[in-house]
């Protein structure tokens, strides 16, 4: 089965200082997509950015860049230079090319400070 | 581009009664529809996914007797709680795939509906 684990319930970041959200996943698939959703408090999800197994460059988003570790299944986000409305639940998510379900890890909650 | 919207925004029902959360891709046709539900403080759960004009395919643990999915159409997509019962309060999110010029595996989500049964 696949899983995936967010290991911080909570964190966070003075403004415009940088953060990074740590994300595990565990499947047998090779090809497989991995996301990162931002939910404020007004619940909207919202995409933050998305990365193809098969690419090796992480993926870029302005402030926002994720550490692709495919041999050790590990897709963390950075933010830099951190805003105030960054203050969010962050999900990281896994789908296989295969089931077209999104799986989602348990979140992280992230409060940015001025 | 890609709007999913979601309505109502927010209900409340008596124990018992029945309730229908619609979902609509509002600039794209959407082949696929999800729906999620999410506890306070805790992550998105799916419930059911579906395709236009096919019956749909729920998730291990969720009564399809007592969440009805439709999906009519390419646009349109309902989830209607049936006798509704106080356990049943729980945020309802649905998103959408599909349309020619999006990505072929992202889901766009609604905005959730809050739904609270007294």
């Known amino acids: 089965a696949q899983t995936v684990t967010q290991s911080q319930p909570e964190m966070s970041v003075q403004e415009a200082e940088t953060v990074t959200l740590s994300c595990t996943y565990d499947t047998s698939e090779s090809n497989y997509y991995l996301f990162w959703y931002k939910q404020p408090p007004s619940r909207q999800m919202i995409l933050v950015i998305r990365?193809?197994?098969?690419?090796?460059q992480n993926a870029t988003e302005n402030r926002f860049s994720v550490n692709f570790q495919k041999a050790a299944k590990s897709f963390s986000l950075k933010i830099s230079d951190s805003q105030l409305g960054d203050t969010a639940m962050y999900f990281c998510a896994f789908m296989t090319h295969n089931t077209d379900k999104l799986i989602f890890g348990t979140g992280t909650r992230l409060q940015v400070f001025p | 581009g890609a709007v999913v919207s979601q309505h109502p925004s927010r209900v409340i029902c008596k124990s018992g009664t029945s309730v229908k959360i619609e979902c609509r891709s509002l600039?794209?046709?959407?082949?696929?529809m999800f729906w999620y539900r999410q506890f306070p403080k805790q992550s998105l759960m799916l419930m059911a996914t579906s395709n236009e004009g096919s019956k749909a395919t729920y998730e291990q643990g969720v009564e399809k007797d007592k969440f009805l999915i439709n999906h009519a159409s390419l646009t349109l997509s309902t989830l209607t709680v049936t006798s509704a019962h106080p356990e049943d309060s729980s945020f309802y999110i649905c998103?959408?795939?599909?349309?020619?010029?999006?990505?072929?595996?992202?889901?766009?989500f609604g905005p959730g509906t809050r739904l609270t049964v007294t």
């Open positions: 998103s959408a795939r599909g349309g020619a010029e999006n990505s072929p595996y992202e889901q766009y």
């Open positions: 990365q193809e197994a098969y690419k090796q």
């Open positions: 600039d794209f046709q959407a082949t696929t």
